[in-house]
Structure formats: structure tokens, C-alpha cells
């Protein structure tokens, strides 16, 4: 293949390339984005993103990875220096926020499956650089390792692991065939029989590159920002809530003052209702005045009159002048209203009107008392 065909095929790759790989999309911390639902963080562009650098014989696929998704976005010749170089520089220039990644096939790297006590999930690669001599054929110094998790089992307290081995002499001839696209690589994967990413990184740390993302800044302000809007979310609707407990515990102190006061007017309203039946009892049960009155009037005979009678806790006092004094209690206890009557004290006769002065007292009939004052003829 010529020179000219090498770029023009890199032309018509990097044209496709353009739709997986997003350009000047921002990046929140890990934290903040796992709270963001899978559609929006799609549509914010801010998921996890790598490029994968995928090694085959004679070509080298290019591969969009997001969110555990991988998208082939298509081949390039591996052998050419000057498509690899055209390579690096577009990605860095227009995905330089981006991780680059060089994954393996499955026949490159040695995996042994292990079971481990649960507890050495913490430090599990250091674990695992025990097992290196025991489980493979090679020392720990001739490989590059990382241990994995692939299950837990909860009942019987261990682990199902895998130690993945890659030999370093592997990884640096696959690196000598990235050429200029081996620097700068943020890790190596390797594919499982079934296709998908093994999820470790077999990249020597101190060949690993961690890409700074030009946006860092705007990054940080969006996650201060949220963590503002967060509390202040909090403390407002901490705020409404005591406002509202507050309203409710006034409205509480206004009904128990407004039940007492219920409480105290009904009490008052019952002693008024009870004073007033008893009143109408003892009204019932005895004669008005008017009518005592009116009763010993018709009884007295015309010779007779009263200079004073009194009526007093049920007792009337009549004193006055008469011809006969001594028939007034014979005509008054015929009477239904008076009980007892009886003259009290000595009847003298009046020199000036020739008639008997006298007391006389009774008994109202169903009182025992009453209180309406004196009557004065």
C-alpha cells in the first residue's frame, strides 16, 4: 500500500471516527455521576470513555468504548509509521480527554481461576504476586499481573478470582507495533473467549499516562455548583419543614388555649343551667309573692287591715289592726298557699281606733326559702 492510499484510507477512517468520538464534552467527578440516570449522562456526554487500541494481525481496529459498550469505528493499516503518526495527532487534538487503551486478544495473556478467602478481597493483588511462581511458569518480575473478582460467595466467605498474567515481553512487542500510538496510553485490557474486556489494566504503572481533562476547571465549578444547589436544596426544604412544625405547633398552642376557654364556658353555661332549674324547681314548687299576696287579701275580712307584711325565707310576718283579730288564723288556714298561721306575741286594742293590734306568722306552702324582700302596704 502507497503512502498516498495509507492517508487517504486514514482520511475516510477519521471522517467516521468523528461521530463515536466526541469532542470538548466535559466529565463530572465518579461520585456525582453514578447519582445521573444512564439517558442523561448519554445525552450530557459526561459516561466513561475510552479509545481502544485494538491490536490484529496486519491492521489495528479502532474502537469507541463507552459505559461498557464497545463501537468499532474501523481498521487502519498497522505497519504504515506515517497513518499511525496522522492517528496520534488527531486524537490529541480532538480527544485528548479521552483514555487510550491497548487491548489484547485472549491468547496474549494466562488466566488461572482461584478461590480466596473473602477477607483478601482488600489485598488482592498483593495475593495474587504470592501465587505467580505456584500458578504460572513464570517469576513475578517477567510478568505484568492483576488479580479480578469474579464472584463472591456470602455463604461460604471467599472469593472467586482470576490472576491475569501477561507476559512483559509481549507487551513490549505488542507496544513496538503501536509505534507512535504507545505513548501516551492510559492502560492494557485484554478480551475475554466471549469477546468482552477482561476490566484489568496490565500496564506498568509508571508507563501509564493519566490524562489531565482540559475542562478541569469548568469540572470542578459544575461539581461545587451541585454540592451548592445540594445544600442549598437541603437547607430549604430544612427551612419549610421548620416552618411548617413551627405553624403547626402555634396552631396546636391556639387550640388548647381556645378548648379551655370552651371547657370554661361550658362549665359556666352548665352551673347557669343548673342554678336556673333549680331556681325554676323551686319557683315551680311554690307561690309568687303576687300571688300570696292576692290570696290573703280575698281571706282577710274588710274590718281588717295590715300596716306591714313581710315575706322572708319562706315566713310571712303580717302585723296589723283588726275587729277580730283572733279569727284570722281560722280564715288563713283554710288557705292552700299558707301553712301554720299563728298569732304571736299579746293582741292589745289601739286606743285611738278601738281596735286588736296583732302579729301574725305563717308559712309559705312548698318553700323553704326565699328571699323576695318586704312588702309595705
Not at 487517504?8 to 440516570?37: C, E, Y
Not at 456470602?154 to 509481549?170: I, S, T, W, Y
Not at 319557683?283 to 309568687?288: D, E, F, S
Not at 299576696?293 to 281588717?304: A, E, F, K, M, V
Request: with cysteine; aromatic share 4%.
Amino acid at each position: 500500500m502507497s503512502a498516498n492510499t495509507s492517508i487517504a484510507s486514514a482520511s475516510t477512517f477519521w471522517s467516521n471516527a468523528r461521530r463515536w468520538l466526541p469532542i470538548g464534552q466535559q466529565t463530572l467527578a465518579d461520585l456525582f455521576r453514578g447519582l445521573i440516570p444512564a439517558r442523561w449522562r448519554e445525552r450530557l456526554g459526561i459516561e466513561h470513555r475510552r479509545v481502544l487500541l485494538c491490536l490484529r494481525p496486519g491492521e489495528l481496529q479502532l474502537r469507541f468504548w463507552r459505559e461498557g459498550r464497545a463501537t468499532t469505528i474501523g481498521a487502519l493499516p498497522v505497519h504504515d509509521p506515517e497513518v499511525l503518526e496522522a492517528l496520534r495527532a488527531r486524537l490529541e487534538r480532538s480527544a485528548a480527554d479521552v483514555p487510550r487503551w491497548l487491548v489484547l486478544d485472549a491468547a496474549q495473556v494466562l488466566v488461572r481461576p482461584m478461590r480466596l478467602p473473602a477477607a483478601s478481597e482488600a489485598h488482592l493483588n498483593e495475593v495474587m504476586a504470592h501465587e505467580i511462581d505456584r500458578q504460572t511458569p513464570f517469576a513475578a518480575d517477567q510478568v505484568c499481573y492483576q488479580g479480578r473478582v469474579v464472584a463472591r460467595d456470602a455463604a461460604q466467605k471467599q472469593l472467586h478470582a482470576e490472576l491475569v498474567v501477561l507476559p512483559r515481553d509481549r507487551l513490549d512487542a505488542a507496544l513496538s507495533r503501536l509505534g507512535p500510538l504507545a505513548v501516551g496510553l492510559a492502560g492494557v485490557d485484554a478480551e475475554a473467549h466471549d469477546g468482552k474486556l477482561l476490566g484489568v489494566n496490565l500496564l506498568p504503572s509508571e508507563r501509564r499516562q493519566v490524562r489531565t481533562d482540559r475542562s478541569r476547571r469548568i469540572e470542578m465549578g459544575l461539581i461545587l455548583l451541585f454540592a451548592g444547589l445540594l445544600a442549598l436544596a437541603m437547607a430549604l426544604a430544612l427551612q419549610s419543614r421548620q416552618a411548617v412544625l413551627l405553624d403547626y405547633e402555634h396552631r396546636v398552642a391556639t387550640a388548647t388555649v381556645e378548648a379551655r376557654d370552651v371547657r370554661k364556658m361550658r362549665n359556666l353555661v352548665s352551673a347557669a343551667a343548673a342554678a336556673d332549674k333549680f331556681l325554676a324547681d323551686r319557683r315551680a314548687r311554690q307561690p309568687t309573692t303576687l300571688e300570696l299576696l292576692t290570696d290573703i287579701t280575698h281571706r282577710i275580712p274588710d274590718n281588717t287591715w295590715l300596716e306591714k307584711i313581710s315575706i322572708t325565707d319562706g315566713n310571712i310576718v303580717m302585723i296589723g289592726q283588726s275587729q277580730q283579730a283572733s279569727s284570722l288564723v281560722g280564715l288563713l288556714q283554710g288557705s292552700a298557699l299558707i301553712a301554720t298561721p299563728a298569732l304571736t306575741g299579746s293582741v292589745q286594742t289601739d286606743p285611738r281606733t278601738g281596735r286588736e293590734r296583732f302579729t301574725l306568722t305563717a308559712k309559705v306552702v312548698g318553700a323553704t326559702k326565699e328571699a323576695p324582700g318586704a312588702v309595705q302596704p
